[in-house]
Every structure is written in structure tokens, then in C-alpha cells.
């Protein structure tokens, strides 16, 4: 059963960081690339980073130079750092594999607030 276990997230001052996590399980994580996406209240889900199985890396315009995504493989986990957090960051942040498939997780709960 695919699965995606979203963790790391936080209340945080503007300026601060936050690292997420994502946990997958019920495919073949080193052949995937993986997405970070992100849904703030009242807009719709968009994608933050991507990382392809290549290691290859793209970031919506936005985050460009504040945040950054890995991975590691032997722990099936992919990863967002997060700095120089802003207001509009504020969001639940979930993962997915590239393409898309399985079910959303839970998500993980961003909070930028001073």
C-alpha cells in the first residue's frame, strides 16, 4: 500500500526554519521523484519543490534560494529545509511521487507568525 507519512512542521517566527519530512512507503522510492506541495486556506494545492531520481532539483519561484529538497534513499524519506520562512508559507505541506499517484497523507502544518 503506498503511503506518504508528512512530519516536521511547526509554528515559527518570520525569518525562522523548519525541516519536513516525508516518509514513503509501498513503491520503489530510489526510481521516483518526489514533490513537495503545499495548500494554504482558500487557495489551491501547488507544488514547492521537486526532486527527480536523478537528483535534479526545480523550486517554484517563490522559495528559490530560501528552500531546499533531498533525499535519502535508504530511508525511503524526502526532504524540505526551509528557511528564511515568510508569512505566505503558511500552508499544510504534503508530498506526492512524480507523477502523481496514491492518496494524499496527512500533511504537516506550517504555521509563519510573529
Known amino acids: 500500500q503506498v503511503q506518504f507519512v508528512e512530519s516536521g512542521g511547526g509554528l515559527v517566527q518570520p525569518g525562522g526554519s523548519l525541516r519536513l519530512s516525508c516518509a514513503a512507503s509501498g513503491f520503489t522510492f530510489s526510481r521516483s521523484g518526489m514533490s513537495w506541495y503545499r495548500q494554504a486556506p482558500g487557495k489551491e494545492r501547488e507544488v514547492v519543490a521537486t526532486i527527480f531520481s536523478s537528483g535534479s532539483t526545480s523550486y517554484m519561484d517563490s522559495v528559490k534560494g530560501r528552500f531546499t529538497i533531498y533525499r535519502d534513499n535508504a530511508k525511503n524519506t524526502v526532504y524540505l529545509q526551509m528557511n528564511s520562512l515568510q508569512l505566505e508559507d503558511t500552508a499544510v505541506y504534503y508530498c506526492?511521487?512524480?507523477?502523481?499517484?496514491?492518496?494524499w497523507g496527512q500533511g504537516t502544518q506550517v504555521t509563519v507568525s510573529s
Open positions: 506526492k511521487p512524480v507523477p502523481a499517484f496514491g492518496s
